[in-house]
């Protein structure tokens, strides 16, 4: 069983709605009305979320421009005891927001941080987009510079994993653009106005959406969940590769059979093919 929240000391990072003010949880509103202060990206934004609740704990700001300065107060007021919630506009703290730079101070300082989880736009936008969960790679924001940020799609061309970014309305039509132009047309779902009235899903693939926001100017809030690459675009492993991937599996302490049978989810190979490679390996050796 839990202990009483807040706990003195603590640093909580709090999740909060990404629209639907309805998706913000009982034990986040606990633990915002019960910390000594709230440490938000932007406190009138959260003083609207925390004057609906009911709740007068004291903010602080903490944003990208002033979290240098604010680090090492807060870690102070960690140290005398104090428990310390910090909110961003919306989501997770830390998730392309504030938060990270002080999870990592407070945590070499050996102080307990503790997540009180709540709504994400990137697993809100994949889970719902009908696209390979089980594995995936958040990209967050792209560079804004159009030469950058077709370099950076470049670098994932045969990235097999589901893909997610963030992306600005006024942006949307050129990311869409380029990672036509990159990638090819994969298939895709643009996620808009996650949890809120207007949420809406836009695919099934990049000429589609793309054709659609030609014809629709975006508005809102988008995350687009992007097929990862096709199996042609994926360089095959040579044998030695796998063989010493199976090698380092066995050294880690999985059976040969449970290493090639890993090894196959991974890749999609045949695991008899796989074990037959890890026994040919030994006869070489
Ligand atoms: N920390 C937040 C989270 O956990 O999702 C993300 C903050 S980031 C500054 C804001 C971006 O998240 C937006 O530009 C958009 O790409 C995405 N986003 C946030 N809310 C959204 C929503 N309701 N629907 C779709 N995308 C959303």
Request: proline share 6%; net charge negative; charged share 20%.
């Amino acid at each position: 069983m839990q202990g009483a929240e807040p706990a003195a000391g603590v640093l909580y990072l709090v999740g909060t709605p990404i629209g639907n003010l309805g998706d913000l949880s009982p034990r986040a509103r606990q633990v915002l009305a019960g910390v000594d202060r709230i440490a938000c990206e932007d406190t009138r934004r959260s003083g609207l979320l925390l004057h609906n609740l009911g709740i007068k704990t004291r903010m602080v700001s903490f944003h990208e421009h002033n979290q240098a300065a604010r680090i090492p107060e807060l870690l102070t007021a960690l140290e005398a005891g104090e428990a310390i919630a910090v909110v961003s506009d919306a989501g997770l703290p830390g998730i392309s927001d504030p938060g990270e730079a002080l999870v990592m101070a407070a945590r070499q300082q050996g102080r307990t941080v503790i997540c009180v989880p709540g709504p994400c736009a990137v697993t809100t936008a994949l889970v719902s987009s009908g696209l390979p969960a089980g594995r995936f790679c958040f990209e967050g924001f792209l560079p804004a510079k159009g030469q950058q940020r077709r370099q950076r799609i470049r670098e994932l061309v045969s990235e097999p994993r589901t893909l997610v970014f963030y992306e600005a309305p006024h942006r949307l039509l050129a990311l869409l653009e380029d990672l036509l132009a990159e990638l090819g047309d994969r298939p895709v779902a643009v996620a808009r106005e996650l949890t809120k009235r207007h949420e809406q899903q836009v695919g099934p693939n990049l000429s589609a959406a793309l054709s659609h926001f030609q014809s629709t100017a975006p508005q809102g809030e988008f995350t687009v969940v992007l097929g990862g690459a096709p199996d042609a675009e994926r360089p095959a492993a040579s044998d030695s590769e796998l063989r010493l991937q199976l090698q380092q599996l066995v050294a880690s302490g999985l059976s040969r059979s449970d290493a090639a049978r890993q090894l196959a989810q991974h890749t999609g190979l045949a695991k008899r093919e796989l074990y037959a490679l890890l026994h040919s390996g030994e006869d070489q050796s």
